[in-house]
């Protein structure tokens, strides 16, 4: 089963990278988890763009979620919302449906007490737009993330390792069901 990660943070040593780093690094048979690359290669959507034929960037991007059997998201919050780069990536699958009945995981990570709540709320009504497979289980938010995974993304807290790993298991059942029998 192959996971697409996609980090809503460009920073160098971002957490929600890290993150995703140490949902590979647990992740067990089947689930294969790629990191993808940062989607500030991405340009800004433009519906004049939006042809059979977009950039080439927009194209590549297309075939990695396509490719991919679900996607699991990490992103911080900025000013009460996600980040505009990754906001700009969903915008340039609404019309082609990348991710149309796709499993979906959300992770949410924030260096203080208070969680990512308005980020997770955003993305997940962008989510639902797109008309992804989501559910509660496949969804986790980790505040004071700086204390519980370094950079490399090794964790270091037991009951962060616990809820990762229930995500990915709920993620990997959510792929089982979607797939036609």
């Known amino acids: 089963m192959k996971i697409l990660a996609v ?4 920073r160098k040593g971002s957490s929600n990278t890290a993150l995703l780093l140490a ?3 647990i992740a067990h048979d089947p689930l294969q988890i790629r990191i993808a690359d940062p989607i500030d290669r991405i340009p800004h959507f433009n519906p004049d763009l939006d042809t059979d034929t977009p950039p080439k960037e927009v194209m ?3 075939r990695e979620l396509k490719e991919a059997d679900a996607i699991l998201f990490s992103s911080p919050e900025y000013a009460f919302a996600i980040p505009g780069v990754l906001k700009n990536a969903l915008d340039w699958i609404v019309s082609s449906a990348e991710l149309y009945g796709k499993p979906v995981g959300l992770i949410n990570a924030s260096p203080g007490y208070g969680g990512a709540s308005k980020a997770q709320e955003a993305l997940l009504g962008l989510l639902n737009v797109l008309t992804v497979k989501i559910n509660d289980d496949c969804i ?5 993330v700086n204390k519980k995974v370094d950079r490399e993304g090794n964790i270091l807290d037991e009951q962060t390792e616990k809820e990762l790993r229930n995500c990915l298991q709920s993620l990997e059942h959510l792929i089982q069901a979607s797939r036609p029998s």
């Open 23 to 25: 949902a590979k690094r």
């Open 140 to 144: 986790l938010s980790i505040p004071s």
């Open 7 to 10: 980090s809503g943070s460009l």
């Open 60 to 62: 590549e991007w297309r």
